[in-house]
């Protein structure tokens, strides 16, 4: 099984050409450490906020995605969930330095384990689960909180082109035990949870046509959605757990993984299953809607591939 090795520290990290990701996650690790969560997030949130002036385009794209998926709010309405979106991706910048770089024990007093039974009873089985999360924008805090609460799994993934920074984020993606799969080692990830271990994956983006169908997700009738939970799932014969692991009104993360859908999945049938993933994965963005990435171009495919796009337009 090829799991992606841990890359070494060597001396030609220490170019000068690499002294600006040095410097970047060094004051990020140095600001996340020394002050408190309290005005870690409003120093989050006041960047996000801050970013609105030059993501005019990103602002487009969240509004367009908005208006698709709920046609019955308000321009003003849309105002407001596009400035909290904002704010909430300043804050992931922040949230990403506290996943990597706090010690544990200062990580478990920001996270509330709300219901997390699906995977502990599957832990208890020695049971595969295919671990169904959103990008939510607090994604990296998820994935460490699971493992924080003794519950590791592998994530897929791809190293970063810059060898100073996959150094860095390669670390803080395998604190306290997690994993990591090359995304495209399909073979290895079926096999770690054959082997009862758990796989991170995320079926909520439009990851074009290849191995995709079109199927309802919130008011768009024909999404492009991926099949490959339905080959994970089918080929490992593993469980399957939506999960989730929002920020709350307290600045504490609510990890929850509750329900264990396998049994209601239709695996032979993957329209019927994409449909099914995507009302899951709607129920776990409307948890806390102003914290998914609503700035990635959602809707972007169409069923006839020789048609423009007109959604965006």
């Not at 005019?56 to 400035?83: H, M, V, Y």
């Not at 409307?286 to 959602?298: I, S």
Request: some cysteine.
């Amino acid at each position: 099984m090829k799991i992606d090795k841990k890359p070494d520290f060597t001396v030609s990290l220490l170019h000068p050409k690499y002294w600006g990701v040095w410097f970047g996650f060094g004051l990020l690790a140095l600001i996340v450490n020394l002050l408190p969560y309290s005005l870690l997030f409003k120093l989050g949130r006041g960047l996000g906020k801050f970013g609105m002036r030059f993501g005019g385009k990103r602002a487009q794209i969240a509004r367009r995605n908005l208006e698709l998926a709920f046609p019955e709010k308000t321009p003003s309405e849309l105002d407001a969930f596009i400035e909290e979106n904002f704010k909430n991706s300043g804050m992931a910048l922040i949230e990403t330095g506290i996943t990597w770089f706090w010690p544990t024990w200062r990580f478990k007093r920001i996270l509330v384990a709300q219901d997390i039974s699906a995977l502990e009873r599957h832990e208890a089985e020695g049971k595969g689960v295919l671990l169904c999360c959103v990008h939510a924008l607090n994604l990296e805090i998820t994935a460490r909180a699971f493992a924080v609460l003794g519950l590791p799994g592998y994530g897929a993934y791809r190293p970063h082109s810059n060898p100073a920074y996959e150094f860095i984020q390669y670390r803080g993606r395998t604190r306290n035990g997690n994993k990591l799969i090359y995304r495209t080692d399909l073979k290895s990830m079926i096999r770690v949870m054959r082997q009862g271990h758990r796989l991170f994956y995320l079926p909520d983006q439009d990851y074009g046509h290849n191995k995709s169908v079109f199927v309802p997700f919130f008011a768009v009738n024909e999404t492009c959605t991926t099949t490959g939970t339905s080959i994970l799932a089918y080929t490992s014969k593993c469980a399957i757990v939506p999960g989730s692991g929002f920020r709350n009104d307290n600045g504490q993360y609510e990890i929850i993984a509750n329900q264990s859908i396998e049994d209601e999945y239709p695996q032979k049938d993957e329209v019927a299953a994409a449909a099914l993933m995507n009302r899951y994965v709607e129920q776990i963005i409307l948890r806390a809607p102003e914290q998914w990435l609503w700035m990635h171009k959602r809707f972007k495919s169409v069923p006839d591939e020789t048609q423009t796009n007109s959604r965006y337009l």
